[in-house]
């Protein structure tokens, strides 16, 4: 009598034995672009290609970066950029969740809100910015106002989203347990909408930092955005430089950092699943 032998996954040989070797590929490959432009600007800068009041050669550029942290004044300017974002962008999310959860569950809410919301997210977050410094000056209010709108949007469209996507299923079985409103939303509608909210609060957070940006380079004397512009008005084009690489370090860590949050979340999901 034959046998039937069943191979099971935890059998089976791994195809990643080592995914280190994989990471490690990935961020070699990663790194072949700029590594390249390292190379081109090294070398326009030694040949002359550009002046140097243009294009700043890269040592010039290290040395400036090596002065600045030394005496704080890049660490001060990122600091004060990144207490804004956080300040605009947890009052931004905040209300964006809530107001993503209202018209996500009440399609009265939806019929009176979302159509003056959606009139409202198509004006781009700066254009705001000449009416809010007649209504609230250049303070830090208005950068706070500005930060909260860029936030604001994402999240409360993908929360929407994310409410109004959750399997019927779900809900059958919240009405079979005779879930209350309350544990319904608790215990099966949020959960079922994390992938939505966590890209809103990504994209919320990239406008929240990209809307800082714009509005430091129009009305700060300090930031990040500030420093840009200082760097341009003076013509030290290793001060813009190093402000471009600082807001593009800096966004990138945020994001990366949300982005395995959400994958560590949905691993845990799936365990517990």
């Known amino acids: ?60 550029v290290y040395q400036t970066l090596r002065d600045m942290v030394a005496s704080g004044e890049l660490l001060y300017h990122t600091a004060i950029s990144l207490r804004r974002v956080l300040i605009g962008f947890a009052i931004g999310a905040g209300f964006g969740l809530a107001l993503g959860i209202a018209m996500g569950l009440s399609e009265t809410v939806e019929d009176y809100v979302k159509p003056l919301f959606l009139a409202f ?42 409410i109004r996507n959750v399997s019927p299923r779900y809900l059958e079985v919240a009405r079979a347990l005779r879930f209350s409103r309350w544990q319904t939303l608790r215990l099966v509608i949020i959960p079922a909408s994390i992938p939505f909210v966590f890209t809103g609060i990504r994209y919320g957070l990239t406008h929240a930092w990209t809307s800082l940006v714009g509005v430091e380079l129009l009305a700060s004397s300090e930031g990040l955005g500030y420093l840009l512009v200082w760097g341009r008005q003076m013509f030290w084009l290793d001060t813009v430089i190093i402000a471009m690489l600082a807001i593009g370090i800096v966004g990138f860590v945020m994001d990366s950092g949300l982005n395995r949050t959400e994958r560590l979340i949905q691993r845990w999901k799936r365990n517990e699943i």
């Open 1 to 60: 009598m034959a046998v039937l032998t069943v191979t099971t996954e935890t059998d089976a040989p791994s195809r990643l034995p080592y995914p280190w070797r994989s990471r490690a590929v990935g961020l070699a490959v990663a790194l072949v672009l700029p590594a390249a432009l390292l190379i081109l600007w090294w070398a326009a800068s030694d040949r002359g290609w550009l002046a140097a009041q243009i294009l700043p050669h890269p040592l010039d």
């Open 121 to 162: 997210a198509q004006i781009p977050t700066l254009g705001w910015i000449p009416l809010l410094m007649l209504l609230v000056g250049i303070g830090e209010t208005l950068k706070i106002i500005i930060i909260t709108k860029g936030a604001l949007v994402p999240m409360t469209l993908n929360t929407f989203a994310g």
